[in-house]
């Protein structure tokens, strides 16, 4: 199932919304791309955060 800015997984929601949405668009492309959900979730929170890192962006919400 595709995930939006507005619908996506619970592990997303102390992402920065910059970050989230990186995660979100990898992850629809990896589905895309045929992978199971769970695997792509796992690589695009990855690729997402080095991504956040790579420009200097803050990763998650303060608490």
């Given at each position: 199932?595709p995930w939006t800015k507005t619908d996506?997984?619970?592990?997303?929601?102390?992402?920065?919304?910059?970050?989230?949405?990186?995660?979100?668009?990898?992850?629809?492309?990896?589905?895309?791309?045929?992978?199971?959900?769970?695997?792509a979730l796992a690589i695009a929170t990855?690729?997402?955060?080095?991504?956040?890192?790579?420009?200097?962006?803050?990763?998650?919400?303060?608490?």
């Open positions: 199932m996506y997984p619970d592990s997303l929601k102390n992402f920065m919304a910059p970050v989230r949405n990186k995660a979100i668009e990898i992850a629809n492309a990896l589905l895309a791309e045929g992978r199971p959900e769970d695997a990855q690729k997402a955060k080095e991504w956040g890192e790579n420009r200097g962006k803050k990763i998650r919400k303060s608490r």
